[in-house]
């Protein structure tokens, strides 16, 4: 059954601390994006990738960073320097080199709250 | 540069209803359009798509078509349900990257 897994559903995070979302996905998609939903603001991009060991910045990059070791993951770490976090967390994936390689699939969702 | 206008929610509509959620874009050359549906609490689903002028895309009683003339592409449905209840969000794909550019949504209730 293919898809985009992310985790964890919830996540919360303290002052000063740093916290990585997990997306992982088995449809064997090239490019994989991780965006930020707040309310009434749609989605903004935070970070994307179009092939393994490469990545770059979306409109939002700051306070954030991403790596992409494996074609399957691209974990998003919050980190201390992103001073309101608070939001619902999404990843996408989509395929290169054929003609529907802008159609994006995404995860469930992480929502991160800071206590 | 790129762009997308969704018209403003939320839109509260009676089962049964005529649904229509506008969007317009601005774009250089080609671009494909896209609709995607978010439930409540959950990730964006692929409602429907078009990639060049004229074309219809359809998916679950919603419909939209590529109007170049007038760089729309509205979405319908002819009767909705309660089920369909959620926010919509119209997209473009454009440039060397082929990023998607994003309205920012459109939130539908139907009451019963």
């Known amino acids: 059954d293919g898809g985009i897994t992310q985790s964890p559903k919830y996540l919360f995070r303290k002052e000063g601390q740093n916290v990585t979302l997990s997306c992982e996905q088995n449809l064997n998609h090239d490019a994989m994006y991780w965006y930020r939903q707040d309310p009434g603001q749609g989605l903004r991009l935070i970070y994307y990738?179009?092939?393994?060991?490469?990545?770059q910045k979306g409109d939002i990059a700051e306070g954030y960073s991403v790596s992409r070791e494996k074609k399957e993951s691209f974990p998003l770490t919050v980190t201390s320097a992103q001073k309101n976090p608070t939001a619902f967390y999404l990843c996408?994936?989509?395929?290169?080199?054929?003609?529907?390689?802008?159609?994006?699939?995404f995860g469930p969702g992480t929502r991160l709250l800071v206590l | 540069g790129n762009s997308v206008t969704q018209m403003e929610g939320p839109v509260t509509l009676s089962e049964e209803a005529f649904l229509t959620i506008n969007c317009t874009y601005t774009?250089?050359?080609?671009?494909?359009l896209f609709w995607y549906v978010q439930y409540p609490g959950e990730g964006l689903q692929l409602l429907l798509k078009a990639t060049k002028a004229d074309d219809k895309g359809s998916n679950k009683g919603f419909e939209a078509t590529y109007r170049k003339e007038t760089t729309s592409f509205h979405l319908e449905k002819g009767s909705v349900q309660v089920s369909d209840s959620a926010v919509y969000f119209c997209a473009l794909g454009a440039g060397n990257n082929r990023k998607l550019i994003w309205g920012l949504g459109t939130s539908l209730a139907v009451n019963p």
């Open positions: 774009a250089t050359g080609y671009p494909s």
């Open positions: 990738s179009q092939i393994v060991n490469d990545f």
């Open positions: 996408a994936s989509s395929i290169r080199g054929t003609g529907d390689q802008e159609t994006q699939y």
